[in-house]
């Protein structure tokens, strides 16, 4: 039987895309690393020798989703015109997609870690924005405040 074709160029690039691709689509209990492998179009053992365990592809694959939404916020929070109004919107898309993908296939254990960190890096951020509009700091931690703690209270999932 002949071996499939080894991807030669960026390897563990595509196989942490193909992974977070597929994690996000059917969560990480229904992920196999065989999975992401055919997906790669690579034999499993490719993906061992990149990645001890299946915990450790998925933690660097988060990685890249991490990367992503920090380069995001960072954009917004860079911005001469940075408003707490603009990056809360930009959180409540994230959110929506969040909910999209995380909900229902990944354990809620994965779910609060990722939340987590997004929150961490929102915080830093919203500082940045916040240091930028001293004169309406109140108003825009006011704002912040009540809308986040309204979303916590009607949140759609227990």
């Given at each position: 039987m002949p071996k499939k074709e080894i991807v030669e160029t960026g390897k563990k690039d595509i196989i942490?895309?193909?992974?977070l691709e597929s994690f996000l689509e059917k969560g990480y209990e229904s992920t196999s690393v065989r999975t992401i492998a055919q997906?790669?179009?690579?034999?499993?053992?490719?993906?061992?020798?990149?990645?001890?365990?299946?915990?450790?592809?998925?933690?660097?694959?988060l990685e890249i989703?991490?990367?992503k939404a920090e380069k995001e916020m960072k954009a917004i929070s860079d911005q001469?015109?940075?408003?707490?109004?603009?990056?809360?919107?930009?959180?409540?898309?994230?959110?929506n997609a969040y909910k999209k993908f995380f909900t229902n296939n990944v354990h809620f254990s994965v779910r609060a870690a990722v939340c987590e960190k997004i929150a961490s890096l929102a915080e830093t951020?919203?500082?940045?924005?916040?240091?930028k509009t001293k004169k309406d700091s109140a108003n825009n931690i006011a704002l912040f405040l009540a809308r986040g703690l309204c979303r916590a209270i009607i949140r759609e999932d227990s």
């Open positions: 942490l895309s193909a992974a997906k790669v179009g690579c034999e499993v053992g490719l993906i061992y020798y990149y990645f001890k365990t299946k915990e450790e592809l998925f933690e660097q694959a989703y991490y990367a001469s015109d940075a408003t707490v109004e603009k990056f809360i919107a930009y959180l409540e898309k994230k959110a951020h919203l500082t940045i924005i916040l240091e």
